[in-house]
């Protein structure tokens, strides 16, 4: 199945320019024309995500990624139901064995309501049932998710607020159970994220090698009429 990424917007572990050391956005396929050591097509239709540790790193972070957004946001109540569905495998991570991998992202908000990570073989997430929660709850979606083992991760939520992730490897699956998002979320926007995005600060000292690798093998983004869950 050929992925489809031409009308995302990537975040790189480029630098804008030589002058300007802020990570560069661009679509997909001009990501995938210009920037292979970055995103590139591989023959089966999949698409490769890499993120060295040491890179361009977006505003004033110094955690590289390579990610892929949404570039509409929406909001809850604008379909019964939206989803964030990818099956990827992660060839390799950095140095913390940690990076997020999906992301439920706010509009003007550096603190997404629901975010993603494969943390030393296990997949977790931080949800925000308010807007202005400070601390995250944690939970684990599924442990035993080995590098360069593929897997499916599904973040889903309704127009009420009501959102779920699952993850499935090998036969195994887990989920979050229902997560309720209070009425503070109300009238805010949102966006889907996914990809690589390292959980590590670089520095002068990090290595050039240490890096974190996907490969996408299916995404499906979609907002629909309809309030329940497959």
Same mark, same amino acid.
């Not at 990424?5 to 661009?26: F, G, H, R």
């Not at 296990?122 to 979606?141: A, C, E, H, M, Y």
């Not at 607020?161 to 887990?174: D, E, I, K």
């Given at each position: ?26 679509t ?11 995103i ?10 890499? @993120?060295?540790t040491?890179? +361009? =790193? ?8 390579c990610?892929? /957004?949404? #570039?509409?946001? !929406? ?21 913390a ?34 807007f ?26 309704t127009?009420?607020? @009501?959102?779920?992730?699952? +993850? =499935? ?10 997560l /309720?998002? #209070?009425a503070s !979320?109300?009238g805010?926007t949102?966006?889907?994220h ?8 670089f520095?002068?000292?990090?290595p ?23």
């Amino acid at each position: 199945m050929t992925v489809n990424i031409d009308n995302l917007i990537i975040t790189t572990p480029v630098a804008k320019s030589s002058s300007n050391p802020v990570a560069l956005e661009l679509t997909g396929a001009q990501a995938l024309a210009s920037l292979p050591q970055v995103i590139s097509r591989l023959a089966d239709g999949a698409v490769r995500m890499n @993120a060295p540790t040491k890179g +361009a =790193a977006s505003k004033s972070t110094h955690r590289t990624r390579c990610e892929w /957004k949404e #570039a509409v946001y !929406w909001t809850l109540a604008s379909a019964g139901r939206h989803v964030n569905h990818q099956r990827m495998v992660l060839e390799r991570v950095n140095s913390a064995q940690k990076v997020v991998i999906a992301q439920m992202h706010v509009k003007d908000d550096d603190s997404p309501a629901i975010k993603v990570f494969w943390n030393k073989g296990k997949i977790t997430l931080g949800f925000r049932q308010d807007f202005n929660q400070v601390t995250p709850t944690s939970s684990t979606v599924l442990a035993d998710v080995p590098l360069g083992m593929p897997f499916d991760i599904t973040i889903e939520v309704t127009a009420t607020g @009501a959102a779920t992730v699952s +993850a =499935a490897c090998t036969g195994r699956t887990g989920s979050s159970g229902m997560l /309720k998002m #209070a009425a503070s !979320w109300s009238g805010r926007t949102f966006n889907f994220h996914g990809g690589v995005y390292n959980q590590v600060d670089f520095s002068d000292s990090t290595p050039p090698t240490d890096a974190s690798t996907c490969v996408i093998s299916q995404l499906d983004l979609f907002h629909r009429q309809v309030d329940t869950f497959i």
